[in-house]
Antibody, heavy 122, light 107 residues
Framework: QVQLVQSGAEVKKPGASVKVSCKAY????????LHWVRQAPGQGLEWMGW????????KYAQKFQAWVTMTRDTSISTVYMELIRLRSDDTAVYYC???????????????WGQGTLVTVSS | DIQMTQSPSSLSASVGDRVTITCRAS??????LNWYQQKPGKAPKLLIY???SLQSGVPSRFSGSGLGTDFTLTISSLQPEDFATYYC?????????FGQGTKVEIK
């Protein structure tokens, strides 16, 4: 079964860092880019960036460029998203999502992880 | 960045109603527009891609249309399981921005 399974909820203090994992099942891990999207409580969806699991190449939204790092471990079909210097407004559910290409060769997100709640509080 | 604006922000409707949600882009995105459905506590689910193509497994009561800057998602006959929040997303360029969401509630 094709699925993405994320790590569990985290509680962090301001200034700390967090690393969320996303493990792929049921498909060729290196065949699809993986994206990260976050959602603050009661708010909308915010795209953070992507990683190419085959090459490790990444692209981040400019907003996150200085403080997010996406990596992967192909031996265990897992990608990671690390955020540093956490602030209270980083409290959100973080999702990984698999990219597929549509008829125009544009990205769509067809498979999503279940989400990981990261709470930043002193 | 391309701004995506949905309207309305919320609506109340009854089972069987026809529902239309609008999404407007701040510049032309051709047909590079996706729609997602999200239920409380769950991840988003892809409904429509490339403005009008139905994702596999999605009921045919969902349809999408539009070109350029103006797009619509239509639910032809609202079912109890359709009460959720709907998001549009542009795939024209990164950052792949989303609309703010439209919450469909039971009247």
């Amino acid at each position: 079964q094709v699925q993405l399974v994320q790590s569990g909820a985290e509680v962090k203090k301001p200034g700390a860092s967090v690393k969320v994992s996303c493990k792929a099942y049921g498909y060729t891990f290196t065949g699809y880019y993986l994206h990260w999207v976050r959602q603050a409580p009661g708010q909308g969806l915010e795209w953070m960036g992507w990683i190419n699991p085959k090459s490790g190449v990444t692209k981040y939204a400019q907003k996150f460029q200085a403080w997010v790092t996406m990596t992967r471990d192909t031996s265990i079909s897992t990608v990671y998203m690390e955020l540093i210097r956490l602030r209270s407004d980083d409290t959100a559910v973080y999702y990984c999502a698999r990219e597929t290409r549509d008829v125009y060769n544009r990205p769509t997100f067809d498979i999503w992880g279940q989400g990981t709640l990261v709470t930043v509080s002193s | 960045d391309i701004q995506m604006t949905q309207s309305p922000s919320s609506l109340s409707a009854s089972v069987g109603d026809r529902v239309t949600i609008t999404c407007r882009a701040s510049q032309s995105i051709i047909s590079y527009l996706n729609w997602y459905q999200q239920k409380p506590g769950k991840a988003p689910k892809l409904l429509i891609y490339a403005a009008s193509s139905l994702q596999s497994g999605v009921p045919s009561r969902f349809s999408g249309s539009g070109l350029g800057t103006d797009f619509t998602l239509t639910i032809s006959s609202l079912q109890p399981e359709d009460f959720a929040t709907y998001y549009c997303q542009q795939s024209y360029n990164s950052p792949y921005t989303f609309g703010q969401g439209t919450k469909v509630e039971i009247k």
